[in-house]
């Protein structure tokens, strides 16, 4: 048994950060002893959820704010080397890009803990100081031992990340497949019911969706789109559906825990970024039957077959998101096809089984 601690920024409802009350809960860290410090608290309810499955007394919250800054990061610091003095762990997992420059500058004082990186995008971002955060990732990544991905690609591309030397790498997908909802209708009966889902950033070009909207609905299709997320971009956002009338074809719903049973209902689910990591949220999309229309990018270049389980795009362009969703609004048996042939894929390749068994050799010798 292994004594393991993973830190993470916050725990702000996303991917990675969801993605670790989904391991804890199927029993990826099963026969380990586990604890967790968040650098903050992060948004929504998260940390309690985390508390609740993990145990109140192994998760640690250094700051109770929302947002990580600069002197949380400082406190973290400090919380972090306090707690491998205290709890000596035989390995640390560091997800996101702040808790691994921090993680990985203090662990340079415990030579003998095994440091793992969790990689979640095949590109860090960052609104300010991202060539800094890169040149210290690199500078810092003599201290990492070990490597985890979300899917290949990113495990991939954030190899320009790491001085090289010889790591174990290893692909430890952050999703569990929901046998919850499920899309049976694919009949079309009214508007042309469109999701999407993400986190509001300018990575995941909603912009164009929206364009896609407007040129549809300017050709005489009754089109609607739904947008469950948050994030900085979302003012942005709201400002160009006003600009283009789109006030009532287009909702910005919020973050969402329950967005997969509201966008069932849907009839095309698009995502439409230019760079991602696994992608959850088009997993998710697939596992419950969604057609869906994606950019090959992340880990959808993994699960994602084009024609097969969903239609693939080779850019971000507004012109190829309008011809596929004619596409699939003309051929009903095309939309049957794809959604139940994706939630097949992702139920049989991404079950609860398939996260415990992956825990168990991912960390059976550590």
Not at 42 to 66: H, Y
Not at 76 to 86: E, F, P
């Amino acid at each position: 048994m292994a004594r393991i601690l993973y830190v993470i920024n916050g725990f702000d409802p996303g991917g990675a950060e969801h993605g670790l009350l989904m391991l804890i809960r199927n029993g990826f860290f099963a026969g380990h002893e586990l604890a967790v410090m968040g650098f903050c608290h992060g948004r929504g309810a998260l940390a309690e959820e985390i508390a609740a499955a993990l145990g109140a007394s192994r998760l640690e919250i250094v700051t109770p704010g929302k947002v990580l800054t600069l002197r949380g990061c400082y406190r973290g610091a400090i919380a972090l080397w306090q707690a491998l003095r205290r709890q000596r762990p035989d390995l640390v997992v560091l997800s996101l890009k702040q808790a691994n420059v921090v993680g990985r500058a203090v662990l340079c004082a415990f030579p003998g803990i095994r440091c793992i990186s969790f990689e979640h995008i095949a590109r860090y971002r960052a609104r300010r100081a991202e060539r800094i955060y890169r040149y210290l990732l690199w500078l810092l990544s003599f201290r990492v031992d070990e490597i985890w991905a979300d899917c290949q690609e990113t495990l991939r591309e954030t190899r320009r990340y790491f001085i090289p030397r010889r790591r174990r790498e290893t692909v430890v997908p952050l999703f569990q497949a929901d046998a919850k909802v499920e899309k049976t209708d694919y009949e079309i009966a009214g508007p042309i019911r469109i999701a999407g889902a993400g986190r509001l950033v300018d990575r995941k070009n909603f912009d164009v969706l929206i364009d896609a909207v407007s040129r549809l609905r300017g050709e005489g299709m009754d089109t609607r789109l739904d947008i469950f997320g948050d994030g900085p971009e979302e003012a942005a956002l709201a400002r160009k559906i006003d600009a283009e009338g789109l006030a009532e074809a287009v909702r910005l719903r919020g973050y969402r825990g329950d967005w997969l049973a509201q966008a069932a209902g849907c009839d095309v689910f698009v995502n439409m970024s230019d760079t991602e990591g696994f992608c959850i949220v088009v997993a998710e999309a697939l596992s419950v039957g969604l057609p869906v229309i994606a950019t090959n990018v992340g880990g959808i270049r993994d699960y994602g077959v084009d024609g097969l389980n969903m239609l693939k795009l080779p850019a971000v362009e507004s012109s190829l998101l309008v011809s596929a969703i004619r596409q699939l609004v003309a051929d009903k048996a095309l939309r049957r096809r794809l959604g139940e042939r994706g939630r097949v894929d992702m139920r049989r390749d991404y079950s609860a089984e398939a996260i415990a068994s992956c825990g168990g050799s991912v960390l059976g010798e550590a």
